[in-house]
Structure formats: structure tokens, C-alpha cells
């Protein structure tokens, strides 16, 4: 089974920029996740999708982020402006809610931005 | 709010000693915990998970945790450590609505 997929690996962008990173979580994961992980930190959540409804979006900062998951499969994370204290990996996870995985998040490479 | 808190953010054993990291959970609720691995430029892999029944939990690699509700402790430990087990280690807990809390991670050091 194909794991979460996210892109790009790598973004180097310049302060007030903006920025969005895809992510395709596993084929039949209703609920998907987005984390920050600053560096030297564990990855903190931004937002959570059930489908193409938000879970929980408490820890998302609304002024520059936003993020979308309109068929409730993909999902995109945009960040605008950004500020240096963005830099960070992104990661994307998933989750089913079948009864042997259930809270178990499949988490994706990440998207490693770097904001000068 | 639940919270998680790993003692110790570098570990540094010799190949074929014992590892331990250290985790302890703070829930109002029943938790699940997770022992999460991380290598470079890499996402996280799941090591195990206590949901619940057996309080010993054996994961991936060799890899074991104790779920001590008396203690609210979720350590990790394998017996003999290998080169391929320096990476970056993450305990969480999460509650029944999946929201998953991590701590700040422990980076384990293996010299030969």
C-alpha cells in the first residue's frame, strides 16, 4: 500500500513570501493531519479533516495559514505571508478509522521550509 | 489537556547496551501512547502502541514499552542497542477524538 505522499521535499523562500504544500494521504484514510515540526521540537498539530470538514483547526494560525481538503482526499497547507519563524518541517498524516489502525497516524516525509 | 514529557533530549549508548528513554504522560482520560521513531529527513514510523489490555507492549526492532499507570510512565527499552537505531525518538499520547500531543523527542546517540 502506497504510503502518505507530500510535495515538495524542499522549499527555500524569502520572508512575506508565500508558500503551499500538497499532501495525498493513504487511499481510504478519512482523516487527515497537518503538523509544524520546528527544529528540536516534536511536531505540534495545525489542523485535522474528517473527509472535507475541519476537526480541529485550534492551533492554526488563521492570519497566514490556511489549509484545504476539498474532495476530502488531497489536501493543501498555504502559509502567506511568511515569517521566519515559519521555518520548519511540515508533516502530513493520515488515519483510518477502522478497528485495527485506529489512532495509529501514517505520516509522510514532510515538506522542509526554510524562510530567509 | 493531555501532555507528554520525555526526560532526557540526547541518549547516548554503546552498541549492544541497554536503551532506555524515558516517557511520562499527563491525561484526563484513559490514554493511548505511541513511541514514534524518526531518521533524517524522514517522516515518523510508528515503534508501538498501548491502547489497551497487556500493559507490556512489544513494537518493531526489537523495541518494548511499559504502560505504568501508577507512575504515568510509557518508557522504551531494547536490550542491545545496534548502530541502526541512532535516530530521533518521539512519545505520544492521544485521546479517544485521535488528538495527539507529542513531546519533544529524545535523540538517541549509539557509539560502536
Known amino acids: 500500500e502506497a504510503g502518505v505522499a507530500q510535495s515538495p521535499r524542499y522549499k527555500i523562500i524569502e520572508k512575506r513570501q508565500s508558500v503551499a504544500f500538497w499532501c495525498n494521504p493513504i487511499?481510504?484514510?478519512?482523516?487527515l493531519y497537518w503538523y509544524q515540526q520546528i527544529l528540536g521540537q516534536g511536531p505540534k498539530l495545525l489542523i485535522q479533516?474528517?473527509?472535507?470538514?475541519?476537526?480541529?483547526d485550534s492551533q492554526l494560525p488563521k492570519d497566514r495559514f490556511s489549509a484545504e481538503r476539498l474532495k476530502g482526499v488531497d489536501s493543501t497547507l498555504k502559509i502567506q505571508p511568511a515569517k521566519l519563524e515559519d521555518s520548519a518541517v511540515y508533516l502530513c498524516?493520515?488515519?483510518?478509522?477502522?478497528?485495527?489502525?485506529?489512532?495509529?497516524?501514517?505520516f509522510g516525509p514532510g515538506t522542509r521550509l526554510t524562510v530567509l | 489537556a493531555q501532555s507528554v514529557t520525555q526526560l532526557g533530549s540526547h541518549v547516548s549508548v554503546s552498541e549492544g547496551a541497554l536503551v532506555l528513554l524515558r516517557c511520562n504522560y499527563s491525561?484526563?482520560?484513559?490514554?493511548?501512547l505511541f513511541w514514534y521513531v524518526q531518521y533524517p529527513n524522514q517522516g515518523l514510523q510508528l515503534l508501538l502502541k498501548y491502547t489497551t489490555g497487556a500493559t507490556l507492549v512489544k513494537g518493531i526492532n526489537g523495541f518494548e514499552a511499559e504502560f505504568k499507570k501508577s507512575e504515568t510512565s510509557f518508557h522504551l527499552t531494547k536490550p542491545s542497542a545496534h548502530m541502526s537505531d541512532a535516530a530521533e525518538y518521539f512519545c505520544a499520547v492521544s485521546d479517544r477524538n485521535n488528538d495527539m500531543r507529542f513531546g519533544a523527542g529524545t535523540r538517541l546517540t549509539v557509539k560502536p
Open positions: 479533516f474528517q473527509n472535507n470538514g475541519v476537526v480541529d
Open positions: 487511499s481510504g484514510h478519512a482523516t
Open positions: 498524516a493520515s488515519t483510518s478509522l477502522g478497528a485495527v489502525n485506529y489512532n495509529e497516524q501514517f
Open positions: 491525561s484526563s482520560v484513559p490514554p493511548y
